[in-house]
């Protein structure tokens, strides 16, 4: 490597990373991915203990086979296949009938009918239908290509060809709660739609509700990796290497060099330096522009707007069991599909609840009892439990700010209890647990375990990602670019920022691509959503 000068240096094997790396290489550059931590993949996680496969970072794919990757790298003949249930979510709690959400959303809407009542059914097929359509004419193309201003994007919906456009913008500056009493959700199902988006550490307080449709529509569509989420990033690793690309592991980047005011190469930590004719990073801005570079070596803007970068103000605490069976809750007597779906949440009994519970958490406290989202993912993949087993997943909202050290026990069994009263034969062999500290100690870009990379404010989103002269790969630094979750479209398993910034890079270099763009995006274009 020390003799070697190459065409780009991508900074973090994340799957953003692996993704710009795998399309870089393919059109015939020489790139070399640099990774601080043994392994490749990021939050592409999984664990695995005596025969039981713990997902510890994502495990519900909301992108899945959308993701440009998945055809343009035929990942489905590397064994990256995902598996969808029918039954996406379960609603329990004492003294309510259950709510279930499948991924059939006339199904949805018979069930609530049934159970609730007729016009929550209508409601809910009604805006379904709208968040369907707002995700893939609008938000999941805008996914995949840069960046556009606020103002501009507003005024390209209102001038585009089909009237999705202005539909979208009537309720793009509305917040999570505006936009459900717009369709006149009743409860329970109110409360359950809202959570889809909550559970993600989402505030509903916040004027991001062009987000909102995006997440209830996937979240109700949602997947897993069979094999464990690592199998993704193992897949993405192998499309990089075939392309020809380098990855090298315990290699983490400590300086980017420059010459003449251009980025020019990195510093790794016991020395090495790697020359590049572009330097390509998917770290978090406080590392891209405060530990990379020495103040004076960056625009005072870009120093001052690192500075600002907010983290979530709440994070994951996680326990992952091994089960002699699966959960078997209380209410499957009367709602047999309670047992099959890929997730349970549990005690969530009303909106009102839920807000006070949301309030709590970002003002820092813990709660005494918890509102666990719950997995049993060999109930679908067989093969992440040892045979004739089953894995648990345990995972809920949580202030960073506590003596995890000293409580992470304590908690793991609050937790299990709590679940234990929904679903009484759980009787774990043992348990993983996973507090927000680990997060961090592990993923240095999920600082405070912020597992988006960032807090989702109207400031840090959109073109505002991670500021508005960054958002678009570019930065004021010549050679020097991003492309993680800290830039748009931000974190999660998307295969956004990577792309992206694939796309940008190959047109600097005049590399000629051998990927077509997706047909959702030229429809797109056609239709006036996305600027030519």
Request: glycine share 8%; with cysteine; aromatic share 12%.
């Amino acid at each position: 490597m020390k003799n070697q000068v190459f065409d780009v240096a991508v900074i973090g094997a994340g799957h953003n990373g692996l993704i710009c790396t795998a399309y870089l290489a393919r059109a015939g550059l020489k790139v070399i991915l640099l990774e601080r931590r043994h392994e490749t993949g990021g939050g592409l996680d999984t664990l695995e203990y005596a025969g039981f496969k713990f997902n510890t970072h994502a495990i519900y794919h909301l992108m899945a086979e959308i993701m440009p990757v998945y055809k343009d790298f035929a990942l489905h003949e590397m064994s990256v296949k995902y598996i969808y249930p029918e039954v996406q979510a379960a609603y329990v709690c004492d003294g309510q009938t259950p709510l279930i959400l499948y991924r059939d959303p006339a199904k949805t809407a018979q069930y609530i009918s049934a159970n609730f009542s007729s016009s929550a059914g209508d409601s809910y097929l009604k805006m379904y239908a709208d968040f369907k359509e707002f995700s893939e004419k609008i938000l999941i193309p805008l996914t995949y290509v840069p960046a556009v201003p606020a103002l501009d994007m507003v005024q390209q919906l209102n001038n585009a060809a089909d009237p999705i456009g202005k539909r979208f913008n009537q309720i793009a500056d509305l917040t999570p709660l505006e936009i459900l009493e717009s369709y006149a959700i009743e409860e329970p199902v109110k409360a359950g739609i809202l959570n889809l988006f909550t559970m993600w550490g989402l505030s509903p307080f916040e004027a991001i509700g062009y987000l909102f449709p995006l997440y209830v529509y996937r979240m109700t569509n949602a997947a897993l990796c069979a094999g464990g989420s690592h199998r993704l990033s193992s897949a993405l690793h192998k499309r990089v290497v075939q392309a020809g690309g380098v990855i090298c592991d315990m290699a983490e980047v400590v300086k980017v060099t420059t010459s003449g005011g251009t980025a020019d190469g990195v510093v790794l930590s016991d020395g090495t330096e790697i020359k590049a004719k572009a330097v390509v990073s998917t770290l978090d801005p406080k590392q891209n522009f405060l530990k990379f570079f020495d103040e004076p070596e960056i625009p005072k803007h870009l120093a001052d707007s690192a500075k600002r970068w907010g983290w979530e103000k709440t994070t994951f605490y996680g326990v992952h069991l091994a089960l002699r069976e699966a959960p078997v809750y209380k209410h499957a007597g009367s709602v047999p599909d309670v047992n099959k779906a890929l997730v349970t949440f549990l005690g969530i009994e009303n909106t009102d609840q839920l807000l006070d519970h949301i309030e709590d958490l970002e003002a820092g406290k813990l709660p005494k009892t918890p509102m666990g989202h719950v997995t049993c993912a060999s109930l679908f993949d067989p093969i992440q439990a040892y045979k004739g087993f089953h894995t648990g997943r345990w995972e809920s909202l949580a202030p960073f700010d506590c003596d995890w050290e000293t409580i992470k026990q304590d908690y793991a069994d609050l937790c299990i209890n709590t679940w234990k009263t929904y679903a009484p034969n759980i009787n774990p062999l043992f348990k993983l647990v996973y507090p927000p500290t680990y997060i961090e100690n592990k993923m240095t870009n999920m600082v405070r375990g912020s597992f988006k990379q960032g807090d989702y404010i109207p400031l840090q989103m959109g073109y505002f990602r991670p500021n508005e002269s960054c958002s678009q790969v570019f930065t004021p630094i010549d050679g020097f670019y991003v492309c993680g979750a800290s830039t748009y479209p931000g974190g999660m398993i998307l295969g956004g920022g990577g792309y992206i910034g694939a796309n940008i890079l190959a047109d600097e270099f005049g590399a000629k691509k051998t990927w077509t763009e997706p047909d959702m995006i030229r429809q797109a274009r056609q239709n006036g959503i996305i600027p030519d």
